[in-house]
């Protein structure tokens, strides 16, 4: 029997890693060392606020003729708010944002005069991908990729010099774990005609054309170190010593990647 690697009844969390075999480690003590900080709080910064406008079209059949529609409830929701690097803006000043959602509708009819009023739910589907502006620049101070599978490998020479060494390996792999940029919905309108298709010998129709245009606020922000630590003046001064460059973080990490 297969295991279950999701840990969910749905595919769209995650799943922990899975390992063969957990091995025996030795471990010795911790190291740590100081660095100055370029900025004194980490919080939340706004990029930008930016409206979306959606052209959507859709078909909706009804299961079965309606004499009239009595009331049409709409809700928005988003599945996918995603925010990407513009690899062409080196300024940072710019981001390509993916955005899918749905407009969930609940559709009151009546089939006939005396009728009930009867419920038909459904999803409308649309999502759109655009450039877009911020106000300020996302921050990536330790860079925004990492290097896992494409190792750093480390020989040594062969005690002949014929070439490297068989029985010693070494390599350098770093992760960078970067603030992604969020997004967060603001508020949906929803301006849209129907158009009735399909009509019976009574006069009533089955199917529904809808041109919708869907208009989104969406507020785009990252956890940012304040001040941004390109922008600050890391050196402090020392009587006739001039001036000296204090290292931080960020320093030591590049010097350790190369």
């Known amino acids: 029997m297969r295991k279950n690697t999701c840990g969910c009844h749905g595919h769209d969390h995650c799943p922990p890693q ?7 480690s030795v471990s010795g003590e911790c190291k740590s060392e100081d660095f100055f900080s370029p900025g004194e709080i980490e919080q939340t910064v706004v990029l930008n606020d ?23 409830k709409k809700n928005v929701k988003l599945k996918q708010c995603k925010v990407v ?18 407009v969930h509708k609940n ?3 009546v089939e006939s005069c005396d009728d009930k009023v009867r419920d ?20 990536f101070p330790f860079g925004e990729f990492s290097i896992k ?14 070439g490297a060494d068989d029985c010693i390996t070494g390599s350098l792999t770093f992760e960078v774990f970067t603030e992604p940029v969020e997004c967060k919905l603001l508020f949906a309108v929803i301006d ?3 158009i009735f298709k399909k009509h019976d010998s009574f006069g009533r129709f089955r199917k529904i054309t809808e041109k919708m245009d869907v208009v989104l606020g969406i507020k785009l922000f990252q956890k940012q170190q304040c ?9 402090s001064h020392h009587g006739f010593m001039g001036h000296e460059k204090k290292e931080t973080i960020f320093d030591r990490f590049r010097g350790m990647i190369g």
């Open 18 to 24: 899975m390992e063969c075999r957990t091995v025996k």
């Open 50 to 72: 930016l409206i979306i406008q959606i052209p959507v079209e859709a078909d909706i059949t009804l299961p079965a003729h309606a004499k009239d529609l009595k009331l049409v």
């Open 85 to 102: 690097k513009n690899s062409f803006d080196p300024t940072h000043m710019s981001v390509k944002l993916f955005i899918e959602g749905v």
């Open 107 to 109: 559709i009151q009819f």
């Open 120 to 139: 038909f739910s459904v999803s409308v589907p649309f999502r759109c991908f655009k450039k877009v502006h911020l106000n300020k620049p996302a921050q």
């Open 149 to 162: 599978k494409n190792v750093l490998e480390r020989k040594e020479i062969a005690k002949d010099g014929h």
């Open 192 to 194: 849209e005609w129907d």
């Open 227 to 235: 001040p941004e630590p390109e922008a600050v003046d890391h050196e």
